[in-house]
Nanobody, 117 residues
Framework: QVQLVESGGGLVQAGGSLRLSCAASGSTFLPSVMGWYRQVPGKQRELVAAIISSGDINYADSVKGRFTLSKDNARNTVYLQMNSLKPEDTARYYC???????????WGQGTQVTVSS
């Protein structure tokens, strides 16, 4: 059973920073994709940043230059450093991970990020 344990998030003023972390449990789980997604009420969940097994990282255009995703392979943990936060970054952030091949996508329970203007 794979579990994604998230931490971080909270309330911050515009221009501030937050750091999210997500640890994947399950000793044999080696995700092929792992990253952060966000969702606001009434809208679809969207990619924020994700790292694939090659090490390449994809960012949403809206966060490029402000957010940085990193991964600690030994801990199976990804970190999302969010700088220069804007009110439009306000959302519930979810960690997602998928194994190789035909594999389900696992989700964390989400953590709220609220950026006040």
């Amino acid at each position: 059973q794979v579990q994604l344990v998230e931490s971080g998030g909270g309330l911050v003023q515009a221009g501030g920073s937050l750091r999210l972390s997500c640890a994947a449990s399950g000793s044999t789980f080696l995700p092929s994709v792992m990253g952060w997604y966000r969702q606001v009420p009434g809208k679809q969940r969207e990619l924020v940043a994700a790292i694939i097994s090659s090490g390449d990282i994809n960012y949403a255009d809206s966060v490029k230059g402000r957010f940085t995703l990193s991964k600690d392979n030994a801990r199976n943990t990804v970190y999302l450093q969010m700088n220069s936060l804007k009110p439009e970054d306000t959302a519930r952030y979810y960690c997602g991970a998928k194994g190789p091949g035909v594999s389900p996508t696992y989700w964390g329970q989400g953590t709220q990020v609220t950026v006040s203007s």
